[in-house]
T-cell receptor, first 115, second 121 residues
Framework: AQSVAQPEDQVNVAEGNPLTVKCTYS??????LFWYVQYPNRGLQFLLK??????LVKGSYGFEAEFNKSQTSFHLKKPSALVSDSALYFC?????????????FGAGTRLFVKA | GAVVSQHPSWVICKSGTSVKIECRSL??????MFWYRQFPKQSLMLMAT?????????EQGVEKDKFLINHASLTLSTLTVTSAHPEDSSFYIC?????????????????FGAGSRLTVL
């Protein structure tokens, strides 16, 4: 079965510092991996995805993620955090075993960026 | 890009009543829609998958008779919470994928609605 783990409930970082939000995955085939962000009382917004190609994926709002097959990780990163980046971040994997229609989400990591 | 509208964004109802939440794809035809439920400080849990014109497929543990899903057209899916109780209070989010002008819309990326917060008194 496909699964996604986000080991940190919360990440705190000072504005201007680099940030990393961790994600590891378990899939039976090639992974389709995603990062979404959720602001309070809002739906999820797509940040970036990895399907194939370069291991470093660049996405919205200056975020990027690095796909590491050997470590089965897909950590979200940003070189310089902003206070406005404070939100809930979800890592997700497409369940290709069911035809790729089902997306499985991690538990989420709350990011706090202090001014 | 693909846009999904969800309505209402907030709803408060009395225990025992039914509530309908709409999910519309505004600029593409949504062949598949997904309904998620999110409790406070928790992740999204998939409730059901609905394909246009067919019965929804519910995840294990989700009551079909309580959470009625209708996907009668390519732009609209509805979730009806029947005989709602306080424990049904949650944030319900839909997402969709389909086709726009012959191209796959949301084929690889789910487009989410803004969510509907249900509070049952």
């Amino acid at each position: 079965a496909q699964s996604v783990a986000q080991p940190e409930d919360q990440v705190n970082v000072a504005e201007g510092n680099p940030l990393t939000v961790k994600c590891t995955y378990s899939v039976s085939g090639n992974p389709y991996l995603f990062w979404y962000v959720q602001y309070p009382n809002r739906g999820l917004q797509f940040l970036l995805k990895y399907i194939t190609g370069d291991n470093l994926v660049k996405g919205s709002y200056g975020f990027e993620a690095e796909f590491n097959k050997s470590q089965t990780s897909f950590h979200l990163k940003k070189p310089s955090a902003l206070v406005s980046d404070s939100a809930l971040y979800f890592c997700a994997v497409r369940d290709m075993a069911t035809g790729g229609f089902k997306t499985i989400f991690g538990a989420g990591t709350r990011l706090f960026v202090k001014a | 890009g693909a846009v999904v509208s969800q309505h209402p964004s907030w709803v408060i109802c009395k225990s025992g009543t039914s509530v309908k939440i709409e999910c519309r794809s505004l600029d593409f035809q949504a062949t598949t829609m997904f309904w998620y439920r999110q409790f406070p400080k928790q992740s999204l849990m998939l409730m059901a998958t609905s394909n246009e014109g067919s019965k929804a497929t519910y995840e294990q543990g989700v009551e079909k008779d309580k959470f009625l899903i209708n996907h009668a057209s390519l732009t609209l899916s509805t979730l009806t919470v029947t005989s709602a109780h306080p424990e049904d209070s949650s944030f319900y989010i839909c997402s969709a994928r389909g086709w726009s002008s012959g191209r796959a819309a949301g084929a690889n990326v789910l487009t989410f609605g803004a969510g509907s917060r249900l509070t049952v008194l």
